[in-house]
């Protein structure tokens, strides 16, 4: 059974930091391209970092760039996503998804909803 699980959320104050965990089964990890994405409530969902399968190439939005770094740990068949400087913006439930075949832009969210997805964890930065 295809799955994957995020896990790694919680409750920090502004300025900490957070590692998410997305550990898939089933299936393997590197051959896909891996995202992050988040939504907050009223809002839409927003890709936040995704890894290429193969190279590992990265991208990041421009509102975690600098802050957030995405890896992969092919032995554990995991991804993370290390946060750092959280600010109370990045409060969210934060999923991570596998897509197969050419990797799209996180923008375009329509695309990767065609992968597998996580259920989210939820971040909440306050003080």
């Known amino acids: 059974q295809v799955q994957l699980v995020e896990s790694g959320g919680g409750l920090v104050q502004p300025g900490g930091s957070l590692r998410l965990s997305c550990a898939a089964s089933g299936f393997i990890l590197d051959y896909y391209n891996v995202a992050w994405f988040r939504q907050a409530p009223g809002k839409e969902r927003e890709g936040v970092s995704c890894?290429?399968?193969?190279?590992?190439?990265?991208y990041y939005a421009d509102s975690v760039k600098g802050r957030f770094t995405i890896s992969r740990d092919n032995a554990k068949n995991t991804v993370y996503l290390q946060m750092n400087t959280l600010k109370p913006e990045d409060t969210a439930l934060y999923y991570c998804?596998?897509?197969?075949?050419?990797?799209?832009?996180?923008?375009?969210?329509?695309?990767?909803?065609?992968?597998?997805w996580g259920q989210g964890t939820q971040v909440t930065v306050s003080s």
């Open positions: 998804a596998a897509l197969g075949g050419s990797m799209g832009p996180l923008t375009d969210v329509w695309l990767w909803s065609q992968g597998s």
């Open positions: 890894i290429s399968s193969g190279d590992g190439t990265t």
